[in-house]
């Protein structure tokens, strides 16, 4: 049974940090493609950060560059959002989500995703 744990988010204040993080188990992340997305109340779940296992290349949404970065540890099985300089906006449920074996570069169609996690709460207090 694969299964995505998150840890790492929480209540913080404008201007500060967190880390997610995402294990996965059940499951070898090497040659899949990972990433975040995040969904809002009301919005529809968008990426934020994506990273592909073939040469590390990464995706960032524009609304986070600069201020978030996405890595992962093959060895741990994970992956990693390092999310600096928080801001109103940016309150909503984090999800890690894995490509299925094979599909090492990733994209931005959520549907592509064959795991998922069950999310992970950011709140922002300006």
């Known amino acids: 049974q694969v299964q995505l744990v998150e840890s790492g988010g929480g209540l913080v204040q404008a201007g500060e940090s967190l880390r997610l993080s995402c294990v996965v188990s059940g499951f070898s992340v090497d040659g899949s493609a990972m990433g975040w997305w995040r969904q809002a109340p009301g919005k529809e779940r968008e990426p934020v950060a994506l990273?592909?296992?073939?040469?590390?290349?990464?995706y960032h949404a524009d609304s986070v560059k600069g201020r978030f970065s996405c890595s992962r540890d093959n060895a741990k099985n994970s992956v990693y959002l390092q999310m600096n300089n928080l801001r109103p906006e940016d309150p909503a449920v984090y999800y890690c989500?894995?490509?299925?074996?094979?599909?090492?570069?990733?994209?931005?169609?959520?549907?592509?995703?064959?795991?998922w996690g069950q999310g992970t709460q950011v709140t922002v207090s300006s």
């Open positions: 989500a894995v490509r299925a074996k094979g599909y090492g570069y990733y994209s931005g169609f959520a549907d592509e995703y064959r795991y």
């Open positions: 990273i592909s296992s073939i040469d590390g290349s990464t």
